[in-house]
Each structure stands twice: as structure tokens, then as C-alpha cells.
């Protein structure tokens, strides 16, 4: 190693979405010294593809849980340090079948839907809360304060230049880390000594430790989007909507017994949506556009080619609970991001001496990232 050429750092950061984004954040607020390696400029993976949402809901009861509201807690303090959108927009879980109103009847009896304020709302009571619901058959809805929408491009593109100032965290973009082994970091643009390295790198897991992700139960989801032009005359969405599709894919909702029956119909009467993994939510961005989607399909290989019928049976199903001044399309893409077939919310692995992997968060990366990352870095210091 040519020392003339080597620079240092304290821990070394590969990836800068909001995996690496929150351990440089974890380690900066610590006293440590850090650099983030980025391979494109700006991050262009899964953070910037999907909908912002911070949505401590969809996590089941436990550290999970608590993981999700503190990093909420942080989403609040980062953003307004930085200047950046995040609206406290809360969720409101519609209803509009006996077996959906059933599941949000027993979730609110247990003690995820007893805390923060989460409460049943009749159907009048949610009309009230929310313009944009669609009031033919709701039965109701379950209310929930905790989450919050911030805008994932701005979010990600903003905060480097915000951790760089206020913490002095280095970044390096548009450089690939080829090979670790400590103290070196080898790049594409040169080496660093660092003590420690926490490799955050989302859907590509095969270009540093390809061996080790081969011995986990790590897959890849591909999930397709569309977003609106901003909605006229400055309208505002409120709280982010879901309906009962969304109760059979969070794993909150588990739990409960209720839940088996409104699999079996939404199975046998939503077939296709089923099969293709469809749950649809709501979110608004900074501009005022509407964030729409998804779909789930499961695998190592990324199909590159999006399929118009999921995007249209997207849309079907939003139609059925939310009314907006227009649904008029502006974008549509494909995110990709990791997932642990496991049943495991993360992977973490020591996968050599102070060098860690963290991986396979799924699609809560947005809800479970700083609180997670806080945990990691006080393991390590």
C-alpha cells in the first residue's frame, strides 16, 4: 500500500442510499471519521424508487416496532436540520368488506393498535379525516399517526451534501470499491485506510462478497411504480391511503386470526392481483404528485420488461378508495430492491474482522434505516 497515496478515515460507508446514508449519519453524530463510497452520483437504487413512506405500522410489535418510530423520531430531526420535506401525514387503513373491517377490529385490540393514538375511525369519522377517500361502501377505517411521508429523490440527493457539511462525512461518488482488506479500501479511484467498513450496497450483493450472500436466504423484489404530475391547485393528499390489500402483505397484521379469511377471498376474487404480489398505497411528494403503486414479483434475475396490465390493475384498485383531482400518469419505473426469504427484517454479518454486511431490509429501508443503523454502530464502537 503506498501511504503517499492512501487516504483515512475512521469507518468506511459502501453504498449511499438510505442504508448507508443512516450508518454515516449513526457513526458521524459518534465523533468518527467517515467516508461513503457511491458507485453512480447520485444513488439511483431502491431509496429513490419507491414511495418515502415511514411507516412504523406495517411493523410488528416489539424491537421492530420501536427500531421503526426512532427512526421516524430521526426522520424528523434530519429533515428539519437539513430543510428538507417531511410531512407528518399520519395513514388512515380503509375498509370496505366485512373480513377488512374485521382485521382492523382485532388488530386495534392488540397492543400495536392500542398505542400511539391508533384508533378505529367510523365511516363518517374518516370522510372527515380525509377528502380523498372514496366513500362508496367504506365501512371504516383504522387511523394511525406515526407515519410520515418524506420525498425519496430530494431526501437522497440532499443529504450527502447536508452530512459533508454539518458532520464532515466524506463522499465519493461515482467510485466502485473493488476489494477489502483491512486497513485497505481499494476504489476505482484510489485507496483508503480505514478501521472499520459496513457495506450497505441494496439489490447488487454479488460485486463484494458474492459467497457471502450466497449462504443467506437473499432474493431480489421487483416492484413496478407510477407517479402523477402535481395535483392542481395545490391539493393535498393528507393522510397516505391503503385498503385492505395492504392487510395481507405487512407483517403487523399477522397476527391476526381474522386475517386467514380475507386471504382466502382477496385469493379466490383478486386473482390476478394476488398472484402478481399487488397491495396499493398512496403518498404524496414535495412537488404535490402522487406516488402510486405496487407490485411484488420475487427473484435473482430483475425481468427488465414492465407489464402495463399490473400498472392498470394498479390503478383499478386505487380507484375503488381514493378520489384525486386527476390520476393522470407522468412516470412509471421499476424499483429492485433486497429481500430475506427468511423471515428475517435485515441481514447483518461480521463477514470479516470489523468489516459488516447490512442487507435485505425489503421495502422498509425508508421506515427502519436510522433507527437500525444506530443499533450497528454502537455494536462496533
Not at 75 to 90: F, I, R
Amino acid at each position: 500500500m503506498d501511504l503517499m497515496k492512501t487516504r483515512r478515515a475512521d469507518l468506511a460507508v459502501v453504498g449511499a442510499g438510505i442504508v448507508g446514508l443512516s450508518h454515516a449519519l449513526a457513526a458521524a453524530r459518534r465523533g468518527l471519521k467517515v467516508v461513503v463510497f457511491e458507485r453512480t452520483e447520485p444513488a439511483v437504487g431502491a431509496s429513490v424508487r419507491h414511495f418515502g413512506l415511514v411507516w412504523p405500522i406495517g411493523q410488528p410489535e416489539g424491537r421492530r416496532h420501536d427500531r421503526a418510530l426512532r427512526s421516524r423520531e430521526v426522520w424528523g430531526e434530519v429533515t428539519q436540520a437539513a430543510g428538507l420535506y417531511c410531512a407528518a401525514t399520519g395513514s388512515l387503513h380503509l375498509a370496505y368488506a366485512d373480513d377488512e373491517w374485521a382485521v382492523l377490529e382485532e388488530f386495534s385490540e392488540c397492543g400495536m393498535g392500542r398505542s400511539e393514538q391508533r384508533r378505529l375511525l367510523s365511516r363518517e369519522e374518516t370522510l372527515a379525516r380525509s377528502g380523498a377517500v372514496n366513500p362508496v361502501s367504506l365501512k371504516g377505517a383504522l387511523w394511525s399517526p406515526t407515519e410520515a411521508t418524506i420525498d425519496p429523490v430530494q431526501a437522497i440527493r440532499a443529504l450527502p451534501g447536508w452530512l459533508a457539511e454539518t458532520h464532515g462525512v466524506q463522499f465519493e461518488f461515482n467510485t466502485t470499491v473493488r476489494t477489502i482488506d483491512l486497513p485497505a479500501v481499494e476504489t476505482t479511484r484510489g485507496t483508503w485506510s480505514v478501521d472499520r467498513v459496513v457495506v450497505c450496497s441494496g439489490g447488487d450483493f454479488e460485486t463484494l462478497y458474492p459467497e457471502i450472500f450466497a449462504k443467506h436466504a437473499i432474493t431480489r423484489c421487483k416492484l413496478q411504480m407510477m407517479r402523477t404530475d402535481p395535483q392542481p391547485d395545490r391539493w393535498l393528499l393528507g393522510p397516505a391511503l391503503c385498503a385492505g390489500l395492504t392487510l395481507t402483505h405487512h407483517e403487523s397484521f399477522k397476527r391476526c386470526a381474522t386475517l386467514a379469511l380475507l386471504e382466502k377471498r382477496v385469493e379466490r376474487e383478486q386473482a390476478f392481483l394476488f398472484g402478481h404480489g399487488i397491495h396499493v398505497l398512496l403518498s404524496q411528494n414535495a412537488p404535490g404528485a402522487l406516488t402510486i403503486g405496487d407490485s411484488h414479483h420475487y427473484g435473482l434475475t430483475v425481468e427488465p420488461f414492465d407489464r402495463e396490465d399490473i400498472n392498470e390493475a394498479i390503478l383499478t384498485y386505487l380507484r375503488t378508495f381514493a378520489v384525486v383531482p386527476t390520476l393522470a400518469v407522468a412516470e412509471r419505473w421499476h424499483g429492485v430492491y433486497p429481500k430475506m426469504k427468511d423471515g428475517r427484517s435485515e441481514l447483518i454479518a461480521e463477514v470479516a474482522p470489523s468489516v459488516w454486511v447490512v442487507n435485505g431490509l425489503g421495502g422498509a429501508g425508508m421506515t427502519l434505516s436510522f433507527g437500525l443503523a444506530e443499533e450497528v454502530v454502537a455494536g462496533f464502537i
